[in-house]
Structure formats: C-alpha cells, structure tokens
C-alpha cells in the first residue's frame, strides 16, 4: 500500500491540551503527539494518558502519529504498551540503531501499527541498511539533526554541511527499502526564509516532507513537497510524448528543446502520481 503524503509531520507535545486540540484543524499531513523531548520526565505519564485519549477520541484532519520515548528508557515500554491498547495506527521510535529495537516495539504494537524509525546516532547511520529493511512494519525513516550533529560533535550552519552525506544516505536507504524519508526540525521558528531553503534543500535530496515544530511551518513545508505546476506540466508531456506511437521504438524523445530519455519518463509518472495522491487528499478522497 502506498503511504498517504507526508511533507508535513507538525510535532506536538502531547502534555499541551490547547495544542493538541489545535491540531485536529490544521492543515499538516501529519500530527504527532510527542512524549519525548517535547515532554518534562515529571509530565511523562500523564501525557502518555492524554495521546491515549487523543487516539481513542479521534477527529483529527492530519493523520495522527505519536512519539513514544525510547524503548530503553524506565517510559518506552509503557508507552508501546498503553498506545497498542488505545488503538494507535502510527508510531515514531526515537534513538533507534540497532532493528531489533524495531522489532521488539512491532511485537508490541502489532502488524497494524506503522513504524517511523529516528536516526540519531551515530551508530543508526552505520546500521542504516539493518533499520530500514528490518521485517517489521517501518514506513519511514527520520534524521533527528539536533541529536545526530551532537552525537557527532558537529556545527550546524544554515546549509548543514556536516549533514549532507549523512542525509544523503538516509534517503538512499529509504529508498532501497521503499520507505517514506522525511527530513528533520528547523529549529529558527521566525526565520521563514531560512526554513524555506532548508525546505528546498530537503527536497533536493530526495526527502519526501519535513519535520516541523511551528503551525507558521506547515505552508511552506506543504509548497516545498508538492509538485510545482510546471513540473506536473512537463511531466505530462513527457508521458504523452512516450506514449506516441513514433515513440515505441525510440529511448529518446525531443521535448522543449530538451533530448529526454526513459529514465525521465520513470521520474514523471512518480511525479504525477504523488501529484494525483496530494490532489485526491486535498479532495478527502
């Protein structure tokens, strides 16, 4: 099954009751009650109990996700446990490096219950080909940047630099595996053009959303992951130009000046079927 469009995925700390309220109308792909980093230990149980409630109750416009803590830590377990119970379809672990971790969650949550698997460490980004074709329902994998350049002794500038070949290979695994890659947090919330080129960076790497911390995030990050209008144009014309009887014989095709081969046909019908997926979303279909 192909995942629903994920360009946006808005954390939320699920101990915060007016935000998490807000989120059932905002206009993010995804919404994640967060009971990680978002969470102070004391307010840990109790806002397990309200991601519970939030699962059970419903009425989200996003898909909902929420992150539990670490499978290690005295909440991971508890968290698996009481959001399997409440009927959670889609959960985010964070710190994963090794599959076995993955696995060991799924044998909690179940079959149902898609995983976003957090690379953090830098052991995960050395297991990366492990994590992501583990035997376990992962739907995507997630670069934690804030945790990852710590781990890794690394300054971040604007163009995260020290990231790129990391990311990079994160996006290569995920598509090895045929998982969903959504890039991580921009953490200047009232720098909106900076947000934005990080947008633009994400998505020429080949990431597929972004992870947000701010509603102000969420149109920019839905612009940057959608198909442009004149790339859903182009698009077409290369499938019509293929699909011409002329052409059957032919792996090169003459498109607006432009020689186009049938690797770029391949990368239209992509483009237009996300294109077809986020217009049958925008229509509830």
């Not at 792909?29 to 307010?43: F, Q, W, Y």
């Not at 633009?200 to 839905?222: E, V």
């Not at 442009?228 to 607006?256: N, Y």
């Amino acid at each position: 099954m192909t995942p629903r469009p994920c360009r946006s995925v808005l954390f939320v700390p699920a101990s915060n009751a007016r935000a998490v309220e807000k989120a059932r109308g905002l206009d993010c792909d995804v919404a994640v009650l967060d009971l990680e980093d978002a969470v102070a230990p004391t307010a840990k149980v109790a806002a397990r109990e309200a991601a519970c409630a939030a699962v059970r109750t419903g009425g989200f416009g996003p898909r909902l996700a929420v992150r539990i803590n670490a499978h290690e830590t005295e909440w991971g377990e508890d968290d698996s446990r009481a959001l399997a119970e409440a009927g959670a379809d889609c959960i985010i672990v964070p710190k994963v490096e090794r599959a076995n971790q993955i696995k060991a969650v799924s044998r909690i949550l179940g079959k149902h219950c898609a995983i976003w698997a957090m690379i953090e460490t830098p052991r995960a980004l050395f297991n990366l080909e492990e994590i992501a074709q583990c035997e376990a329902p992962i739907e995507a994998l997630m670069p934690g940047v804030n945790d990852l350049a710590e781990a890794l002794g690394a300054t971040l500038g604007e163009d995260r630099e020290p990231l790129k070949s990391w990311l990079a290979m994160i996006v290569a695994a995920s598509r090895v595996s045929n998982r969903l890659a959504i890039d991580g947090v921009y953490n200047r919330i009232d720098n909106l053009d900076g947000f934005a080129a990080e947008c633009a960076q994400g998505a020429a790497f080949g990431f597929d959303g972004k992870s947000l911390i701010h509603p102000s995030q969420i149109g920019p990050a839905n612009a940057a992951y959608s198909p442009d209008a004149a790339a859903v144009a182009h698009a077409r014309k290369v499938v019509e130009a293929f699909a011409s009887p002329d052409a059957e014989a032919l792996g090169v095709v003459r498109i607006d000046d432009q020689m186009v081969e049938r690797l770029h046909l391949a990368a239209a019908k992509r483009l237009l079927a996300r294109h077809d997926r986020l217009t049958g979303q925008r229509n509830g279909e």
